[in-house]
């Protein structure tokens, strides 16, 4: 193997609290990497991670074209065989022909247009949320504000009755906790747990919704055909699975790790809170404010792939059956693609960054991550120009893994 080793320990608490220094130095000494502990190879630049995200040499399975015995892996783990069962049947870890195929229903129903109806009531959820926090001098602004909204809005499209959404943030972060590196038993054992729970909840909402169908996602995915195909119940089961984690995730953390790098850029965010002021609706400059704050610390930093077929990139030769880590937070931040990559700048056009993948795996649920940030960065402007973090001194705290990297609390003041 022609690629340089190097050690990379990517669940140390310096570097998820600040991985910018690091991913800096590998794009620089070695943008391409085997690191032996995890067995993958990594990249880190722009380039190299855009040409694999496009390339059909690489997906996001590997055992549709190798068997178990053929990788070299164990035996399936019997403690999260539920978990591996949702992963068996929804379209983020499918390849063609099965995700053109799921991809293709899943669309019909999770239209723009039914992700664009949500627009008022994505409005309420955060105007209420804001409206609760007024007249308090300090609030967590994870659990105050973000959290709840990518979690309602979710509930409300996929059809969750109010009563029963406090289920739902739990169930997805246990699910979650599967896709870091270096996972635990104790971790195997919530996520499968959840993932039964979860399964159970959405078989019983779907049946009643074959029978009583309503204006919501799971009836949707319930009636949806294309030339006589139909998601399975397990495969309409992994989607709203699917839709929580994925919409959650990208949503909060992006939220809140925007909203602090806001609140230490004091130029940037009194823009934002002038511009909110002179306007209505979400301008153009948050639109492109949204953009820049996913490119410049994106939320899900991390994404891997398995070589289908021998191929070369950046230098490096690779195998079929070997795994790639994709490093987006690195190449979000490449002076190669990005002039001054390092700064913030909210009117940045063009923006390409990788946030959201490229190619057939594209996030499906990108317009609703933009739409619901758009609408809480504005509301948060407009109504708290003056805000500003509880302590500037204090260390913001982060989750335990680089995969999903997320920040746990952010206490801000209104004034």
């Not at 804001?130 to 007249?135: A, I, N």
């Not at 996520?191 to 996602?217: H, Q």
Request: glycine share 6%; proline share 7%; with cysteine.
């Amino acid at each position: 193997m022609n690629i340089p080793e190097r050690h990379f320990d990517l669940n140390d608490p310096a570097f998820i609290r600040n991985p910018y220094p690091l991913l800096a130095e590998l794009r620089q000494e070695t943008p391409v990497f085997f690191e032996p502990t995890w067995n993958k190879v990594f990249f880190a630049r722009y380039d190299d991670i855009a040409a694999i995200l496009r390339d059909r040499r690489f997906g996001r399975s590997i055992t549709h074209i190798l068997s178990r015995d053929e990788l070299g892996w164990p035996p399936p783990d019997p403690r999260q065989a539920a978990f591996d069962h949702f992963q068996d049947h929804h379209l983020l870890d499918a390849e063609p022909p099965r995700h053109t195929r799921l991809r293709s229903l899943v669309t019909k129903a999770f239209t723009p247009r039914r992700v664009e109806e949500l627009r008022s009531r994505v409005e309420g959820i955060v105007a209420r949320s804001l409206d609760r926090l007024g007249e308090h001098q300090q609030f967590d602004l994870v659990a105050d504000v973000a959290e709840e909204l990518p979690v309602t809005v979710i509930a409300e499209l996929l059809g969750v009755p109010e009563e029963d959404r406090h289920r739902l943030r739990p169930w997805s972060a246990d699910i979650v906790k599967l896709y870091e590196l270096g996972f635990t038993p104790e971790d195997q054992l919530r996520a499968n747990t959840a993932v039964l729970d979860f399964s159970a909840y959405l078989r019983a909402l779907a049946a009643e919704r074959r029978a009583r169908p309503r204006d919501d996602l799971i009836s949707a995915l319930v009636q949806v055909e294309e030339q006589g195909e139909r998601l399975s119940e397990d495969e309409l089961i992994g989607t709203g699975i699917l839709l929580l984690n994925a919409g959650h995730e990208a949503s909060v953390n992006g939220t809140v790790a925007g909203v602090l790098a806001l609140m230490r850029r004091r130029e940037a965010w009194d823009t934002l809170a002038q511009a909110a002021k002179a306007d209505g609706p979400p301008s153009l400059l948050f639109r492109s404010a949204v953009e820049e704050l996913l490119r410049f610390d994106s939320p899900l930093p991390m994404f891997e792939r398995w070589v289908l077929d021998d191929t070369e990139v950046g230098g490096a030769v690779l195998e079929r059956g070997m795994e790639v880590a994709l490093l987006y937070a690195s190449g979000n931040r490449d002076p190669g693609k990005f002039e001054r990559a390092d700064d913030l700048i909210l009117t940045r056009e063009p923006n390409a960054h990788l946030t959201f993948g490229l190619g057939i795996h594209y996030c499906l649920g990108a317009p609703l991550a933009r739409l619901e940030m758009q609408i809480a960065l504005h509301a948060l402007a407009w109504r708290f120009p003056k805000l500003q973090l509880a302590d500037e001194t204090a260390s913001v705290p982060y989750g335990k893994g680089f995969v999903i990297r997320g920040i746990q609390q952010l206490m801000v003041r209104p004034d």
